[in-house]
Nanobody, 124 residues
């Protein structure tokens, strides 16, 4: 089992920045670098949508965040980050990180482990 815990959410004005963290624990010793880690978000009343993913081959982003968000990982700390810049009110959502062994996974059904989510609210 892998446990994921997100942190770093909060309230920010439009144009501001936040950095989310996703810390993994459990059965990750020596293997965390092999996991694909994705960030998803879910706004109220909407379906969960893909934001970004990182694996050992590289990174992918949704069109809505490309150029504003950056996903990175620090394997020594079993942690993945999502740096969010130039935030917009439409970025308001609960942000989730998830882990899988599948490369470049961009749909929620490809992921095996999920965190509890962290709320990001962007005011206009």
């Amino acid at each position: 089992q892998v446990q994921l815990v997100e942190s770093g959410g909060g309230l920010v004005q439009a144009g501001g920045s936040l950095r989310l963290s996703c810390a993994a624990s459990g059965r990750t010793f020596g293997t965390f670098s092999r996991y694909t880690i994705g960030w998803f978000r879910q706004a109220r009343g909407k379906e969960r949508e893909f934001v970004a993913v990182i694996d050992y081959t590289g990174t992918l982003y949704s069109d809505s965040v490309k150029g504003r968000f950056t996903i990175s990982r620090e394997n020594a700390k079993n942690t993945v980050y999502l740096q969010m810049n130039s935030l917009k009110p439409e970025d308001t959502a609960v942000y989730y990180c998830a882990a899988t062994g599948t490369l470049a996974a961009r749909t929620p059904d490809r992921y095996d482990y999920w965190g509890q989510g962290t709320q990001v609210t962007v005011s206009s």
